[in-house]
């Protein structure tokens, strides 16, 4: 049984790359990032204040997520689209610094972890979810070209934004998950760090397994 964790900002390419290695080594993907947005989605869906922590904690005492064949499913719903968006993004980042969700998240993602190989990605597996976990990465890359990925990916599926907006979403972001107090995201000691800025999919993917094989 192997663990992987890939950690790194948004827009790097985690989840792609995740999802490629995982097909590549035949184990589980769990996308913890889908996880955040999820919670985020449903608090702006009913109309929840992070600053209510009472209404949080009785929302997520009625919360349910799974994945099933590549699907996001958030009590019994799949949203993979609804939480695909930079508004969710926000919410994400925004619910990810309270204690109660990170709780209740990272206990049912080590859960998930226990009986069988998976490959993590987010922004704390490595330092914090999976300290002991086989092989680590951190993906980074520049805002400007992670923005230009989450542009492309959004004007792709018909979403109407504009360039420089989902660059403020993606620094915004970057500032919240770094400055956080609760597990902010860092590198963590024994993880491999690749900057794949100016990387393909396949060279990212390729450069992966080829670490992780070189360590079984």
Known sequence: MIRIAIDGPGGAGKSTIAKAVARELGIDYIDTGAMYRAVGYKMKKEGISADDEKSVGEMLERTEIDFSGGDTLLDGNIVNEEIRTPEIA?????????????????????????????????????????????????????????????????????????????????????RNDMNRELNPLRKAEDAVELDTTSMSISEVTDRIISEIRRGL
């Open 90 to 174: 926000s919410a994400a980042s925004a619910c990810a610094v309270l204690p109660a969700v990170r709780s209740k998240l990272v206990d049912l993602q080590r859960r998930m972890a226990q009986t069988k190989s998976v490959i993590m990605d987010g922004r704390d597996i490595g330092t914090n979810v999976l300290t002991d976990a086989e092989f680590k990465f951190y993906m980074t890359a520049s805002a400007e070209e992670r923005a230009k990925r989450r542009f492309d990916e959004l004007t792709a599926k018909g979403k109407n934004v504009r360039y420089e907006d989902v660059l403020n979403d993606i620094e915004e972001r970057d």
